[in-house]
């Protein structure tokens, strides 16, 4: 504050406030304009601060540093009394007033001379957080420090290098660094493997003999290759494929424990070897027969198809094995948009496959469908309820194709370029209830 305490200057903003931020968010749209955000460190560098900041109601991906000329400190609001703000348990916060009103300048003296004598003014934030422990399933570290704690609420990696790609990381994902180091970068080509420099990244480069995943090819059609790796035998592997999907995935919350689980590896082949496009993971043994844990289409690779071609490879496993699947909840934003967009596709086109017989209305019922698409039930049910095909009448059901459904629908395939040719599939699966096999 300057003498006169009537300006609020950069110094006065601490974690917690909430404040104006000039930027540009891109979420559908391009906007510039004063967003509220959330204080959620600060540091100084050159004698000038810089704030990492969450924009309220928008998703946790585009948090970022900023630095003081674009934090509007004259309408900044102090933390309420009733939110606490360094108990993070909660993944939602709460909506933000469409206009900051200022906070009076006496009042943030008060509350700043208070944290003095508590000694709990804040400290400047190091460059880069403590990173948990790369010991056991981290699953049990969540439990202890709570999914979005102070460690895991910043990002952490920069950059990550992905063949011809650098990608920036969306999550924090605790990939282990040395002491010390403020960032890295991780190198992405066959072995996901971190890389603190481009020296140990042509170091790696010359020991990694792999051209592709390590595992069974059990598809292969074109350029696209699926890989199945054991999450027992292939360990290093697996691990480091968990914490690579982290940084894009941010509810994901087990990294190290990989025995359980199998990994399906997709691929694109060209001269330069096998490249990592997307990967999807099962448990060995479901007692729910869910038939995927997690499911990633890296960032360069989306909007291409290749997250459908994920999902409908799954099902196709699940139609070898027959049984119904049905992915672990909850999704991801991004992933229940492709799972409600290949569900609608694949029940429309069997929709449209029935034929009446004997002069009747083509018949069709929901454990048919479950039976020719190994969809489950419930996921059936609620994308019929979505596309509001199912109608009461005269005492029953009936499903009603609505000519703008099926125009969308005709659209959409007509983009849809990717498939699965079940023929290509080479793969037989186990009894994993036999501990011989693990």
């Not at 703000?85 to 006496?106: C, E, G, M, Q, T």
């Not at 508590?118 to 190091?126: S, V, Y």
């Not at 071609?309 to 119904?324: F, N, P, Q, V």
């Not at 009461?392 to 059901?397: A, R, T």
Request: charged share 30%.
């Amino acid at each position: 504050m300057d003498n006169g305490d009537s300006v609020i200057t950069p110094d006065a903003v601490f974690e917690g406030c909430r404040v104006p931020v000039w930027g540009t968010v891109t979420l559908g749209h391009h906007t510039e304009d004063w967003i509220t955000a959330e204080v959620l460190s600060r540091k100084k560098i050159d004698d000038k601060w810089q704030f990492y900041v969450h924009y309220i109601d928008f998703n946790k991906r585009l948090d970022e540093w900023v630095s003081e000329d674009r934090v509007d400190c004259e309408r900044m609001q102090l933390p309420r009394k009733d939110s606490k703000i360094s108990s993070l348990s909660k993944n939602s916060r709460p909506a933000s007033p469409d206009v900051l009103s200022p906070v009076d300048p006496r009042k943030l003296n008060a509350v700043l001379k208070k944290k003095r004598s508590e000694g709990t003014e804040p400290e400047l934030a190091e460059v880069s957080p403590r990173a948990p422990p790369v010991t056991g399933s981290m699953s049990r570290a969540f439990n202890v420090h709570g999914h979005d704690d102070v460690v895991t609420r910043m990002k952490n990696i920069e950059m990550i290098e992905l063949g011809r790609y650098r990608i920036k990381p969306w999550y924090f994902s605790p990939v282990p660094t040395r002491a010390g180091v403020s960032t890295c970068h991780l190198s992405v080509r066959v072995l996901p493997e971190v890389c603190e420099s481009q020296k140990c990244l042509e170091r790696h480069k010359t020991k990694c003999l792999l051209w592709h995943p390590p595992g069974n090819e059990i598809y292969r059609k074109d350029t696209i290759s699926f890989f199945e790796i054991d999450g027992r035998k292939n360990k290093a592997y697996a691990q480091n494929l968990c914490l690579l999907a982290k940084l894009f995935l941010d509810h994901k919350t087990l990294y190290y424990d990989t025995d359980p689980f199998l990994f399906y590896i997709m691929t694109e082949w060209d001269q330069y070897g096998f490249h990592i496009v997307g990967y999807f993971s099962k448990e060995k043994e479901s007692s729910d027969d869910y038939n995927v844990a997690c499911i990633l289409t890296l960032p360069p690779y989306q909007r291409n198809g290749y997250g459908k071609l994920l999902i409908e490879l799954s099902y196709e496993l699940s139609k070898i094995e027959e049984k119904l699947g049905s992915p672990e909840k909850p999704l991801s934003d991004l992933g229940l948009l492709s799972y409600r967009s290949y569900w609608s596709q694949t029940i429309l086109e069997i929709l449209l496959d029935v034929k009446g017989h004997d002069g009747n209305p083509p018949s069709i019922t929901i454990n048919e469908i479950c039976e020719q698409t190994s969809i489950r039930k419930e996921d059936v049910v609620s994308t019929l309820q979505y596309l509001q095909l199912v109608q009461y009448y005269k005492g029953q059901y009936i499903i009603t194709l609505l000519s703008d459904v099926l125009d969308r629908h005709k659209r959409a395939m007509g983009k849809r370029r990717l498939r699965i040719d079940p023929k290509c599939i080479k793969w037989t699966p186990k009894d994993w209830s036999k501990r011989g096999k693990w």
